[in-house]
């Protein structure tokens, strides 16, 4: 049997958290061209299945000369493509609170092996600050400018921690936020943040798709059941308005709702749109 095989350009590497007792698998992609200025830095959540197309999608819009060159950042788990783990994991790592009714649907899920917890989000932030970037600063050139990608349950993460660890991300590219999450959480988070800040100096790309509701039969009963109830886009244009509203300064904000895409297709789309447009905003 074929081992796994490594995208080429790209590092693998294990780094260990003291924070959260657990290995992430990080794999890096610097720019393929020879370039001595530090580089600005991409993190790129559920690398196990997105590292490839982010990855590629950097070099094209480099190639095209619609980003500058950086170094993405997958941020993953040492499983390979094992979806079940995978599945169970990020629900931990990406959502700041418990969902009870949501979490119980998936641990009903053949999607998850074991107990599906959440609450992880508020070491996992930390971990990508306090441990993740010390060591990238060690092991790369690299510029303090920092910009989150995350989708679905990674966009939750998104939400979560432009609104309660501002600074770290110079940029965040949002897609299919989970906002159903604990609702109405992320508005929660958002009019804290509102009651106690007059500005927010970001670069925000918001996106979902039009057809996020239209699922497989195929597709698992148990999470049919949460995204029947999941009103995405709905979600995403209301904190787009929200956030517009609030005539921040300094936050420059683009909500897109791609009529066509679904939940699963989102991804694909967000990469190219949403660094484009992040990296040229300003």
Not at 59 to 73: A, D, K
Not at 137 to 151: A, I, L, P, Q
Request: glycine share 10%; net charge negative; aromatic share 14%.
């Amino acid at each position: 049997m074929a081992g796994p095989q490594q995208l080429s350009l790209t590092q693998t590497h294990i780094v260990h958290s003291d924070l959260m007792d657990f290995d992430f698998e990080i794999t890096t992609q610097g720019p393929p061209i020879d370039w001595p200025e530090p580089l600005p830095v991409v993190y790129q959540t559920d690398a196990n299945f997105g590292i490839g197309f982010a990855a590629d999608m950097a070099t094209m819009l480099l190639m095209g000369g619609e980003i500058p060159p950086v170094l993405t950042v997958g941020i993953g788990y040492p499983v390979g493509g094992d979806i079940v783990y995978v599945t169970g994991r990020r629900m931990y790592d990406f959502s700041p609170t418990s969902d009870e009714w949501q979490l119980g649907q998936l641990n009903a899920s053949p999607l998850v092996e074991g107990e599906v917890v959440g609450g992880g989000a508020p070491l996992f932030v930390r971990f990508m600050s306090e441990e993740l970037w010390p060591w990238l600063t060690e092991n790369f050139n690299v510029s303090d400018d920092r910009t989150y990608v995350g989708d679905s349950m990674g966009g939750l993460f998104g939400c979560y921690t432009l609104f309660n660890h501002g600074g770290f991300f110079n940029r965040y590219v949002i897609g299919s936020p989970w906002i159903c999450w604990d609702h109405p959480l992320v508005y929660d988070y958002e009019a804290a943040y509102a009651d106690a800040n007059d500005d927010l100096d970001a670069v925000v790309y918001l996106a979902a798709g039009g057809a996020e509701d239209v699922l497989s039969p195929a597709f698992d009963p148990g999470a049919t059941a949460i995204f029947e109830q999941a009103r995405t886009a709905e979600h995403t244009e209301r904190l787009g308005e929200l956030l517009a509203g609030r005539d921040y300064p300094n936050l420059r904000l683009k909500t897109m709702i791609w009529p066509e895409e679904t939940h699963f297709t989102v991804p694909y789309a967000l990469i190219a749109h949403g660094l484009r447009w992040v990296f040229n905003a300003g």
